[in-house]
């Protein structure tokens, strides 16, 4: 896809571009500036994406964010029906989780979830055992190690992990991908809805102090959000953007590595930042 067909998720500490097909192409973890283990942007499939969308190619899509937050909603449309897909990371705890949810809005839609995890840009493949009955599935791949919970039995075949569900109105299956170093264990679970709420208010907040008002205050706080998102929570550094090894033009040689705090670009955002009432984001 177009990289105007992605949008962005993260958590200040890290940032996933998710597609309008409901794939996620681009996710480097844990940190901004670590190695992929969602890397199909810069290659193909097999160097690691996760899709989740209706069945067949027969749906039509529109997406918005939800108002003054990180948490992105894409509607399917389909003949059957209609669903929504929410794609968030929660504000980082010990730990870095990536939450879908689906939640079905009209009719009964069938549903596929399908990925391939692999770290290292695609260069490790994962060692992956289910347990939980197929709801738990665990990847480990030398210092890294990921734990999907799934809402429903996964299988794991040719390299790829896939379910297929159906959702009727008022039902929602939430999926939860998280992160951590595989000498550790996750030390909890999450809570899908609970979390939800949390990264919502805590971007409401946070979108509550802006400054501007007026006609342009909803594009502006919109385009804050976004310089938010790539700040490094950490030590208040602000990345120029999430993603690597893009070139300007086909062919061309500028194709740098955007994942690291340029000082240009990080006093630009700051000074547009203290435009809109934020002084405490340049304090140390």
């Not at 690691?48 to 399917?76: H, M, N, Q």
Request: hydrophobic letters at 40%.
């Amino acid at each position: 896809m177009r990289i105007e067909d992605y949008a962005l998720i993260g958590d200040c500490h890290s940032a996933a571009l998710v597609g309008r097909n409901g794939s996620i192409d681009w996710l480097c973890w844990p940190r901004f500036d670590s190695a992929a283990c969602f890397a199909a942007l810069l290659g193909g499939p097999e160097n690691g994406y996760w899709k989740i969308a209706p069945a067949g190619s027969g749906f039509s899509v529109s997406r918005r964010y939800l108002p003054d937050t990180l948490i992105l909603e894409t509607e399917f449309e389909t003949a059957e029906g209609a669903v929504t897909l929410l794609d968030f990371m929660p504000v980082r705890s010990l730990q870095s989780d990536l939450v879908r949810m689906v939640v079905g809005k009209r009719g009964r839609v069938a549903m596929e979830s399908e990925g391939v995890l692999r770290f290292d840009y695609g260069a490790s493949v994962p060692w992956i055992t289910l347990s939980e009955g197929g709801k738990t599935l665990r990847a480990v791949a030398g210092p890294d190690l990921a734990l999907l919970c799934s809402p429903v039995p996964l299988e794991n075949t040719e390299r790829k992990t896939r379910a297929r569900f159906e959702v009727g109105a008022g039902e929602t299956f939430a999926f939860v991908l998280t992160y951590t170093s595989s000498h550790l264990e996750i030390s909890q679970k999450i809570d899908p809805r609970k979390a939800l709420e949390e990264t919502e208010a805590f971007w409401k907040r946070w979108s509550a102090r802006c400054s501007i008002g007026g006609e342009w205050g909803g594009p502006v706080r919109r385009s804050l959000i976004t310089l938010k998102a790539l700040t490094y929570a950490p030590t208040g550094g602000i990345v120029a953007a999430p993603t690597t090894s893009l070139p300007e033009s086909i062919g061309g040689v500028r194709n740098w590595d955007y994942r690291y705090c340029w000082l240009r670009d990080a006093t630009l955002t700051l000074l547009a930042l203290m435009d809109a009432g934020y002084y405490d984001e340049i304090e140390f």
